[in-house]
């Protein structure tokens, strides 16, 4: 049976420019959904923009647009961003479109109608920078002696009337999730922060606003409009066409995995959880929350005027090294630092060197000594069969560290057999084998040839361009690059396409 992958990133805010950090949740996002496809499964990715809210209302206002004219000028640059990065998501949502507000009014008349939502007055602390609510005892001292956010944001002291949503009621069901399943948040470290922030105690939460316009009206009172991240949430449900039950994209709830940035990891595995207890809706399987860029060691912000747009590094490196890069550099789930040296390093060093260097020998021993033609797999010695038996296996290693969102893991599980096959290619020596046995040479590069395709297919995820003009010159046809095609090897007889260098050296400019 097919099984179902569903897999989201956050809707990204449009009140400014998308950057590296975006990209990043984004990147890791296709490359668990393009893995998926790879492995059979019926995958259905989204990503989207978040588009309500105060923040944007005052973006827009600084711009001297209207809210829906920013937005869409905004959303179509995160789309743009997207594209540029190779992001293979199904669907598209903007929380402003009808389909999106219809959904989100649906799921909270849903939690209204059982009992979970009610009115009264909100006062407290809101920082608008996170739209995020934070209790007296949460601020810390500031730089200049006011209290502020435990993320640093600025917070304004909040008094208007305002829907609550019975949080409270679901601190010992949350406890029992995180307890009974182990696996719904991820990485560990983040998943202790959530526990023992719920066991603090959870107040309830307010869920509307007055004091502004843009947003969804709350259904039966249009003095309200919602919280911003009742709002953004319901995404996940609304892209699915809830909340009509035959909607055909329905199949695909629960959702496999919401990943998102340690920022947001409390709405994703407190009160969307919640919300979906409260409405009688079945729970996403996975929350895992990625780590922190900084740029060259310092804080990506506008005023220290580093941040990175994404499409500049992929004009110099090119795509698939920065993809690369952003997911090899530090375990996945950890904080990382985008450093030029550290890229230039890893593409050198890993992509050219490793990679690019093992295809380029192999194919150009082909070309040259075979007629660029793809030997016949024969016998096997015992070198051979060590070798081949480490391609094998990455199929399923790569599953087990993609089911646990261990996407660097994963990367060195390959670059594991790519070493292995360095070393085998030396000790072999193939160019030397020309001129005593020719036989043992053909079979020799047959082996070197095979295990490049295993790896070029496992790697398709990561780096899909590369991959592809890889498999192509490996005579891999179109249809033999799922995992499951690995298990028949390709007939001999093939002749394959003149190799051509695939991951350049990359040389600072000044040094050329
Ligand atoms: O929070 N390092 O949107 P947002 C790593 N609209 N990841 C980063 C990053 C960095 N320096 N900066 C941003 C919102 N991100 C809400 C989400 S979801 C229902 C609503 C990534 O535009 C990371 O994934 O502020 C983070 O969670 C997300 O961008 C925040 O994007």
């Known amino acids: 049976m097919t099984r179902r992958f569903y897999v989201t990133t956050p809707i990204y805010y ?20 393009r893995f998926h496809r790879l492995a059979g499964d019926d995958v259905f990715f989204l990503t989207g923009t978040d588009e309500h809210g105060q923040k944007v209302e005052q973006a827009a206002q600084v711009a001297g647009v209207a809210p829906k004219e920013f937005a869409d000028n905004v959303s179509a640059n995160f789309r743009a961003m997207a594209d540029a990065m190779a992001i293979s998501y199904d669907d598209f949502i903007r929380t402003t479109e009808p389909r999106h507000i219809a959904s989100a009014q649906a799921l909270w008349r849903k939690v209204a109608g059982n009992g979970a939502i009610y009115l009264d007055a909100y006062e407290g602390w809101y920082a608008l920078r996170d739209e995020c609510f ?17 993320t640093g944001a600025p917070v304004e002291w909040v008094k208007e009337p305002s829907y609550f949503f019975r949080l409270s009621d679901y601190q010992d069901r949350l406890l029992a999730l995180y307890e009974q399943h182990p696996e719904f948040l991820g990485p560990h ?11 603090q105690g959870l107040r309830d939460l307010s869920i509307s606003r007055t004091s502004f316009k843009w947003g969804i009206p709350v259904p039966g009172d249009n003095q309200h409009v919602m919280y911003v991240w009742f709002d953004a949430l319901a995404n996940y449900l609304s892209a699915l066409g809830y909340p009509d039950p035959d ?11 919401h990943l998102v940035g340690k920022d947001i990891a409390r709405f994703h595995a407190i009160y969307w959880p919640a919300f979906l207890m409260a409405a009688g809706i079945e ?4 929350v895992f929350a990625n780590g922190w860029w900084t740029i060259e060691g310092q804080k990506m912000s506008k ?18 090294a920065v993809r690369f890069f952003v997911l090899r550099e530090v375990p996945f789930g950890g904080d990382s630092d985008l450093s030029r040296k550290a890229l230039i390093m890893r593409n050198n060093v890993e992509l050219a060197n490793d990679l690019g260097n093992l295809a380029q020998r192999t194919l150009s021993l082909v070309a040259r ?10 016998s096997l010695t015992e070198d051979d069969q060590k070798l081949l038996g480490q391609v094998t296996v990455l199929p399923q290693l790569l599953a087990a560290q993609f089911e646990r969102c261990a996407l660097t893991d994963a990367l060195e599980d390959v670059w594991k057999v790519i070493r292995a096959c360095n070393a085998y290619i030396d000790h072999q020596a193939p160019w030397a084998l020309r001129k005593t046995d020719v036989e043992r040479m053909a079979d020799v590069l047959r082996v070197l040839l095979d295990a490049l395709r295993g790896i070029a297919t496992m790697l398709q995820p990561f780096m899909p361009h590369s991959m592809a003009r890889m498999l192509d010159q490996l005579g891999v046809a179109e249809d033999e690059r799922t995992f499951a095609a690995l298990e028949t090897p390709l007939p001999g007889g093939r002749q394959l396409p003149p190799p051509q260098g695939i991951f350049p050296r990359y040389v600072e400019p000044e040094q050329v």
Not at 247 to 257: E, I, K
């Open 247 to 257: 909607a055909p994209r329905m199949a695909f709830w629960p959702a496999s995995l």
């Open 283 to 286: 729970l996403p399987k996975k």
């Open 134 to 150: 934070y209790g007296e005892d949460e601020l810390v001292d500031g730089p200049d002696g006011k209290k502020v956010a435990p």
């Open 189 to 199: 470290g983040m998943r202790n922060e959530i526990v023992s922030f719920v066991k």
């Open 303 to 320: 005023s220290l005027g580093n941040v990175v747009d994404p499409r500049e590094l992929v004009a110099e490196f090119g795509l698939d």
């Open 14 to 33: 449009v009140n400014g420019a998308p950057h590296i950090g975006h990209a990043y949740t984004s990147i890791a996002a296709d490359v668990m959904a």
């Open 369 to 378: 000594n075979c007629g660029g033609i793809l030997p016949e797999r024969r």
